[in-house]
Structures are given as C-alpha cells and as structure tokens.
Nanobody, 116 residues
Framework: QVHLVESGGGLVQTGGSLGLSCAAS??????MGWYRQAPGKQRELVAR???????VYTASVKGRFTISRDNAKTTLYLQMNDLKPEDTAVYYC????????????WGQGTQVTVSS
C-alpha cells in the first residue's frame, strides 16, 4: 500500500522559515513534489524533483524554497525561507510513478500559515 505522510507545517511570521517533510512508503517514486492550495485557488506546483535529481520551482518561490530528497528516496523535504503571507496554503506531497503515463499519489496535506 502506498502512503505519503507530510509533517512540519505550522504558523510563522513573515520572513520566517519552516521545513516540511514527507515520508513515502510502498513504492519508490520516479518523481516527487510539493503542491499547495490556497483558499479559493487551484492547487499549484511548488517544486518537484525527479529520480535524476532534476528540480523545478514555481517562479514565486525560486531562491526562497529548496526541495530535496534523501538517498533512499523515501523522504522528501521542502525548506521554506523568507516566507510571505501569499505562501499561506495547504501543502501536499505528491509522488509520481511512470507506467506509460503518470500515476499520482497524494498525501493528506499540511497547513502552512504565514502571518503579516
């Protein structure tokens, strides 16, 4: 059974830092990423890392957020620095497995709130 469990969300002031973790079990993903969804908005990609450690970031977080993955590829991290109120959202861990097309798995989400 595949599981993705996020941890590390919380409340922080503008300019502060938070770290998120996602523990994966059941399979080794070909790619993993963090998405977020703010109230009234669509879920958006924040950052993603592939099995070859290629990374992409959405423009609004470049230079502030860092995605990484442990060598065993079972834990995904997101270090968030210089947080802004617009970073407030539920953050979801995503794991993707390619079997001719992408099969996506999701964690339950963790709330990040940045106060001004």
């Amino acid at each position: 059974q595949v599981h993705l469990v996020e941890s590390g969300g919380g409340l922080v002031q503008t300019g502060g830092s938070l770290g998120l973790s996602c523990a994966a079990s059941g399979i080794i993903f070909d790619r993993m990423g963090w998405y977020r969804q703010a109230p009234g908005k669509q879920r958006e990609l924040v950052a993603r890392i592939t099995s070859t450690n290629s990374v992409v970031y959405t423009a609004s977080v470049k230079g502030r957020f860092t995605i990484s993955r442990d060598n065993a590829k079972t834990t995904l991290y997101l270090q968030m620095n210089d947080l802004k109120p617009e970073d407030t959202a539920v953050y979801y861990c995503n794991g993707g497995q390619f079997r001719g097309s992408w099969i996506d798995y999701w964690g339950q989400g963790t709330q990040v709130t940045v106060s001004s």
